[in-house]
């Protein structure tokens, strides 16, 4: 008998064949069963790799909900918050800078970010376009295409993220070439250092970071802050009220990205498994808790919740669980949602107005307050005695090296921003001129009009 049949038949016929074998193993001469196994070696070394179906699934659908998260719902998020004359500048910019780091992520960024080299960078070569990855090759269990194309989706977000500090007054053409710059020089060497392995300058730490609170959203808000502070602030920004245009845009996309999250997190398992189970049950938890939390507070705080303030809540919870989603147990991910929830209130009046910073979307309020909370407490609640299932090290030291991850992202972070920044500004300029700035960048950049009316 051929073990051909192996290499020819479907799947479902594997079984028939192999009773077939066993039979001849169990009657035929030692001779036919050496060359039966020796068979069965060569056609399994030469087979490609079996990759389970349903985590392939998972991992499709995953990718597609963080797409979903970036167009439409942070498009829509920041697009409510900015003036009617502005709202199509944001979205071209969430839609266009996603794209250019998708084209990024192809060129060079796989490659930097998830190949071996030092404990800062991967090769920016080694699989620059691509090189040597087939539809068979293996990666974490997944074809490698998969992975390329699911973890592109957290580079764009990431990236995207950013410019709601900037709108209103920032060129087209600026946040373009400062998006490239700052996702090569500031998320690609974060991944590589929490993500691409144990030798990794975080990892190697201890470092727990399940989905991207300092990958992401530490990594996104301190971008924001930095860059806001070099931009400066908006033509009559604290003189008078630069009112959100459409409150509901904003809850729209804040409800599509709580969907989408769920991508974002129970896929950073990387499985249809236990554990991304756990991270898609602590998703929603945390999220709840942080729409509790920010409502109770603004309506102890002035006398009534906004709806703008409840789904800022939402992300603020879905950004504190996001490094946790993984290590913490439901009661964690309870309490993490409800003190994220809280502070980031602090996070987008006291300590904003403390800063005298105009980040326009609250990028830094939310994401980078909601992140430290998040990161920290991961220290916390990871340990198994406060029903986490991962955690290497005693909680003291636990929390000290999510404490030190934080430190160092944020001057990483901090001193890439604003090289990138002011190389922008030598070579394109950051702002729109004040009479541009008062026309709206719909008109400016684009050449159009959301509303004609």
Not at 146 to 156: D, E, K, M, N
Not at 190 to 216: I, K, N, P, Q, Y
Not at 302 to 308: C, D, E, M, Q, T
């Amino acid at each position: 008998m051929s073990l051909s049949i192996f290499r020819h038949a479907p799947a479902r016929a594997w079984p028939v064949a192999a009773a077939a074998l066993m039979a001849l193993l169990a009657s035929g001469t030692a001779l036919a069963q050496d060359a039966a196994v020796a068979e069965v070696a060569e056609l399994v070394e030469s087979a490609a790799p079996a990759f389970d179906s349903g985590n392939v699934a998972w991992m499709l659908t995953s990718t597609l909900l963080v797409l979903l998260m970036v167009v439409p719902g942070l498009a829509l998020f920041y697009g409510g918050m900015v003036r009617a004359k502005n709202v199509l500048s944001v979205l071209m910019q969430v839609l266009v800078v996603f794209s250019v780091v998708i084209l990024v992520w192809i060129a060079y960024g796989y490659s930097a970010a998830f190949t071996e080299g030092n404990a800062f960078f991967g090769s920016f070569t080694e699989k620059a376009f691509l090189r040597g990855i087939t539809a068979d090759t293996d990666a974490d269990g997944l074809p490698e295409f998969l992975f390329i194309v699911f973890q592109s989706t957290f580079a764009g977000i990431t990236t995207a993220l950013v410019v709601g500090s900037f709108a209103e007054r920032i060129k087209f053409t600026a946040v373009l070439l400062f998006s490239a710059i700052w996702v090569t020089f500031a998320y690609l060497p974060m991944v590589h250092m929490v993500w691409s392995g144990d030798d990794g300058f975080l990892a190697h730490r201890g470092v727990l970071d399940f989905a991207g609170g300092t990958v992401v959203h530490i990594n996104a808000g301190i971008a924001g802050l930095v860059g806001a502070y070099i931009l400066g602030k908006r033509l009559g920004f604290g003189k008078e009220a630069l009112k959100p245009h459409s409150v509901p845009f904003t809850f729209i996309g804040a409800a599509l990205l709580w969907v989408g999250w769920f991508g974002f997190n129970a896929g950073s398992a990387v499985a249809a498994d236990q554990i991304a189970s756990l991270a898609m049950l602590n998703t929603m938890v945390a999220t709840a808790a942080g729409v509790v939390a920010w409502s109770l507070v603004e309506a102890i705080a002035k006398g009534r919740p906004s709806a703008l303030g409840a789904a800022s809540g939402a992300i603020a919870g879905l950004v504190g669980i996001t490094p946790a989603a993984g290590t913490v147990g439901p009661i964690g991910a309870l309490v993490i949602g409800l003190a994220a929830g809280a502070l980031c209130v602090w996070g987008v009046n006291g300590l904003k107005r403390l800063l005298k910073v105009d980040d326009t979307a609250d990028v830094f309020g939310v994401h980078a307050v909601g992140g430290i909370v998040g990161a920290i407490l991961t220290g916390v609640f990871s340990a198994e005695s406060l029903g986490g299932t991962e955690a290497d090290l005693a909680i003291g030291a636990q929390v000290w090296a999510q404490t030190f991850s934080v430190l160092f992202t944020i001057v990483w972070c901090a001193l890439v921003t604003a090289a990138a920044m002011l190389l922008v500004k030598a070579v394109v300029g950051l702002r729109v001129s004040e009479e541009d700035e008062r026309q709206g960048l719909d008109i400016v950049s684009h050449g159009e009009r959301a509303y004609e009316s």
